[in-house]
């Protein structure tokens, strides 16, 4: 391994650690991005089971805020349900901002790295062609030795830049679609939430703890 690094020359470390930095994310998204944590079943019926029942007090809400993303969005919206409506969604849409912002944490990275590690690899090749050439002009073609090691050198910057960027390419497109599917579902249930509790107060549904 480190020959293969040493190989590559100095561009090869910054391609070493957009791998390992490109890992890391793809792990922590894979563990962030699961809809079990953000979109869990069964919340919104269990919240209007305990609204129906007049259970849903501020502790409950509370909890609910620290608990997951859909949590914290209905946690906002339940908190001020009682100015009406549209004070409602207002907060929902607010709270529902700063989840997708957290939602989004390390995309930008994810996608910088897939853009700059062919760069990378392609800034060592014409490095390495350059000493190529160097040696050609310097001596000619009968160093075989200080030939092969340019060349290696060319090629296995732009190889390990490309191996980095096609897997960091996929995943961002794979992250970006599962927080889309996130968001939706977490505007469908927010929409629920606000339609079931002011409908339910148009015919005489209190609510009183809240």
């Known amino acids: 391994m480190l020959d293969f690094i040493q190989s590559g020359g100095i561009f090869m470390w910054p391609l070493i650690a957009c791998s390992v930095l490109t890992l890391a994310i793809i792990l922590e998204r894979f563990w962030t991005l699961r809809a ?47 100015y009406g409506r549209q004070i409602m969604k ?38 390495g062609m350059i000493k190529v050439f160097s040696v050609l002009m310097s001596q000619g073609a009968g160093d075989a030795a200080l030939l092969a090691g340019g060349i290696s050198e060319a090629l296995l910057t732009t190889a390990s830049g490309l191996a980095i960027a096609i897997p960091a390419l996929i995943f961002h497109r794979f992250f970006a679609r599962r927080i889309d599917a996130l968001v939706v579902t977490m505007e469908q249930q927010s929409a629920k939430l606000i339609d079931v509790i002011h409908s339910d107060r148009d015919i005489g549904f209190s609510g009183g703890k809240l």
């Open 90 to 127: 207002e907060n929902i849409e607010e709270a529902a901002s700063h989840v997708v912002h957290e939602l989004e944490r390390f995309m930008n990275p994810l996608g910088t790295i897939a853009a700059i590690a062919p760069l990378i690899g392609l800034l060592g090749t014409v490095v």
């Open 36 to 82: 079990t944590r953000i979109t869990p079943k069964g919340m919104l019926n269990n919240i209007l089971i305990m609204l129906k029942e007049d259970k849903l007090n501020r502790e409950v809400i509370r909890e609910l805020q620290t608990n997951t993303g859909l949590g914290s969005i209905f946690a906002a919206g339940l908190l001020n349900s009682k």
